[in-house]
């Protein structure tokens, strides 16, 4: 492929704007989790897009919010360092007519950044087209936008408006990812997110924003294409424990089949899961059980 242009553009946002849907709609792949719950995203994903002469790196980031735990502060912080050095910036934005606080200090950031920005309107489907001049409005006054672009990442509608604004942003050079890739992500933490979006679907409330997900196990049979993969689900406690079980493992038993199904589809090879679930108190406080589920700052 004969790439010409290629650079690293930001998509940034409170929790449950879009990013996730967003980033898998630009990559044509599904990279990143997606659930209906804020802070679904914990850390810096890239997505890789080639398109004609031109590579997109696509960084999803985690929501900013105002954090409660230090995984949290972690959290805040890769958002904070993701609008810096990159080639644009991307305010993904809902349909509404007022600047919140996240937004606001995402803008001000922005600004400190002078790299091009475009306002990105997302959820344009459940809206009358009227109502977007009013958001448009009020933006314009925070910042002089290179572009405004409403879209829905969810059907697709204005994505390729989207892409060529953003490809008029890339500098000239090499393509920064190798053909073929999609993400920076491995597949073994890919596998780890997929059962944690599951957990995020499946379960109520606060247990599964208290979970992790390690990897211990990931490795091809010889002379096989089937692939083995052992994972250990964390929770903050014990009752929340007997919740991810299940009543005779039930729990366990869907949220496992779905993430299997998603694993192949990945891997375009057959997997053999196998889930445990163990119980870490107050882990999201714990700066070394953070950085040992790989939330670091590399």
């Not at 996730?20 to 802070?39: C, D, F, R, Y």
């Not at 977007?132 to 672009?149: C, K, S, T």
Request: glycine share 8%.
């Amino acid at each position: 492929m004969n790439i010409k242009k290629s650079g690293i553009i930001t998509i940034c946002g409170r929790p449950n704007v879009g990013k996730s849907t967003l980033t898998n709609t630009l990559a044509g792949e599904k990279i990143a989790i997606v659930s209906p719950k804020p802070q679904t995203t914990r850390n810096r994903i890239c997505a890789v897009l080639n398109r004609g002469d031109s590579q997109f790196v696509f960084v999803d980031t985690p929501g900013l919010h105002k954090a409660r735990t230090r995984l949290g502060d972690y959290m805040v912080k890769v958002v904070r360092q993701s609008v810096a050095d990159v080639d644009g910036v991307m305010l993904l934005v809902e349909p509404v007519d007022r600047i919140g606080g996240p937004e606001q200090e995402l803008i001000d950031r922005i600004k400190a950044l002078g790299a091009p920005a475009a306002l990105v309107i997302n959820k344009i489907d459940t809206v009358e087209k009227e109502k977007l001049l009013a958001v448009m409005a009020a933006y314009g006054e925070a910042l002089d936008w290179d572009a405004v672009v409403p879209i829905s990442a969810k059907t697709g509608e204005g994505v390729d408006e989207l892409l060529e604004v953003l490809g008029g942003w890339l500098p000239e050079g090499p393509q920064l990812f190798p053909d073929g890739a999609v993400t920076d992500q491995p597949e073994r933490q890919i596998m780890a997110e997929i059962v944690r979006e599951k957990l995020l679907r499946e379960l109520d409330q606060e247990i599964p924003h208290g979970t992790a997900v390690e990897v211990t196990q990931f490795s091809q049979r010889d002379d096989t294409d089937i692939i083995d993969c052992h994972v250990t689900i964390y929770c903050e406690k014990a009752s929340h424990k007997g919740i991810i079980i299940g009543k005779g493992g039930a729990m366990l038993k869907k949220i496992s089949t779905q993430a299997r199904k998603d694993m192949e589809a990945f891997m375009g090879a057959k997997v053999y899961l196998e889930t445990w679930v163990k119980v870490k108190e107050n882990w999201r406080d714990n700066p070394a059980a953070i950085q040992n589920f790989g939330y670091t700052e590399d």
